[in-house]
């Protein structure tokens, strides 16, 4: 005999899915490939086009140094660029002392540009805009 009780609410894995906020160009396509990255790393991701992405940016306190081209927030942090999801993973996990992390400008082989075999590094930032190195991939 099976006894199955329900609470009426979501499986717990469903109730702590990480919220994504991204902002892209309305014509970037490897920013719409790592919204997808995201998605099936089981983000759940809210895309939004903008047009002055250094607005967005400046709002979040990205330092110029890191920039990519696009722009999220999960969680308390800021995420910049083809962030890979399990480093965002491991940075809700770690909860470091950092506004967020970047893979500046845009690595040819991070999540969205999908091109193997370049080396790159994501880095962490705080609030004053220091650079760290976050991890090598």
Known sequence: MTITISSGTAPLAQRTTPKVTTYKSPTC????????HMRASGFEVTATNVEDMAAVKQKYGVPDKAGSCHTSVVGDYVIEGHVPADVVKRLLAERPKLAGLATPGMPASAPGMDIPGQPYTIVGFDRAGQLTVYERR
């Open 29 to 36: 396509g490897c920013c719409s490939k790592w919204v997808d």
